[in-house]
């Protein structure tokens, strides 16, 4: 597996797991185009995060996966596409719908319209375990049923068809990974790990304020998440076909919320906030990574196990807080 040389785009790489496959990619030796999109306050996301020897090497371009024309520009000559653009924030899904479907979806059409134009090797479409729903048989396969059981999964739904069509279709190259809970630093606190580090390690936080934590979940270490993408970037898979990358190994938010605590050393009350909760029959109960088939295909497997993943996260997050990096007013990280 080698990126040396290649032309690659990469969509959303201002994002969580797009700037760490970004600057996974540039230490790969890749010519690297890291889209981010559009804002005016001249930041370009996690992607002014990295070490500065690897931000130099990036093509920064700034823009938006609904605007076909822009992106029909920068996917010309571009070698391998990740797209990994999105809008990803479940609890905002309910009240934008909308937003949702634009993005993900006539987002995911822009992407495959115009790897189909210019004949690209190779486009890595991002997908999402929400898109299983509650699982009904575990571990969870590619095989298993989709259930829109949110805006955002049942636009994430649209967007995996619209990759299968046009790769059934249209001959488009275009593989479909589908990571589980990816977690790790550069996390927003949208996402229930960053939400319980902050809360354990963060001074002005009196208490540790949870929703429910009865759900299972499959969380993988970002940087192995990382590795899933560049695997299925260069692997020989099957185009319009999906591939579970998790850790494939299954834990309560209960379970997290007690190694976070003993982790960070916390001493602090735990609070059940009743609007952290999902709508009752929106709620993903469980999820749990079958990624044989991925692990097959590439030898893909995650290494990172979650205690030290945990640990990797809490210093990054003592880190910025000792850096005064964190806006405690609004509750999310700058």
């Excluded at 134009?117 to 991002?126: C, F, I, P």
């Excluded at 059981?149 to 488009?172: C, H, L, N, T, W």
């Excluded at 030290?308 to 997050?317: N, V």
Aim: glycine content about 6%; some cysteine; hydrophobic content about 40%.
């Amino acid at each position: 597996m080698t990126y040396k040389g290649k032309r690659v785009l990469v969509t959303g790489a201002d994002g969580f797991i797009g700037s760490h496959l970004t600057e996974a990619l540039v230490r790969g030796g890749a010519d690297v185009t890291a889209l981010a999109l559009y804002n005016s306050f001249d930041s370009h996301g996690w992607l002014d995060d990295l070490p500065d020897d690897i931000r130099s090497q990036l093509k920064l371009v700034r823009g938006d996966v609904r605007d076909s024309a822009f992106l029909n520009r920068i996917v010309r000559g571009q070698a391998v596409v990740f797209h990994l653009a999105a809008l990803i924030a479940i609890p905002y899904s309910y009240a934008a719908a909308q937003s949702y479907v634009e993005t993900n979806i006539m987002g995911t059409v822009n992407v495959l319209e115009a790897a189909r134009q210019w004949d690209t090797e190779r486009v890595v479409h991002t997908s999402t375990s929400e898109v299983y729903g509650t699982a009904l048989t575990m571990p969870i396969s590619e095989s298993h049923p989709l259930q829109g059981q949110s805006p955002y999964s049942a636009s994430k739904i649209g967007a995996d068809m619209m990759a299968e069509s046009y790769a059934r279709s249209f001959d488009v190259p275009v593989v479909l990974l589908r990571p589980f809970n990816a977690f790790g630093p550069r996390q927003s606190e949208r996402a229930i790990v960053p939400t319980l580090i902050r809360q354990a390690i963060d001074p002005k936080c009196p208490a540790i304020m949870v929703g429910d934590t009865s759900p299972i979940r499959d969380l993988t270490f970002v940087e192995d998440t990382a590795a899933a993408f560049l695997s299925a970037g260069s692997a020989e898979l099957e185009f319009g076909h999906a591939y579970n990358a998790g850790s494939q190994r299954a834990v309560t938010i209960s379970d997290v919320l007690d190694l976070v605590v003993e982790l960070s050393g916390a001493n602090k009350p735990v609070h059940r906030d009743e609007s952290r909760l999902r709508p009752q029959n929106s709620e993903v109960r469980a999820l749990l990574a079958d990624s044989s088939r991925l692990e097959r295909a590439t030898g893909w497997r995650a290494q990172t196990d979650l205690r030290e993943g945990l640990k990797r996260t809490i210093a990054w997050w003592r880190a910025r807080l000792n850096k005064g990096l964190v806006r405690h007013e609004m509750g999310y990280m700058t």
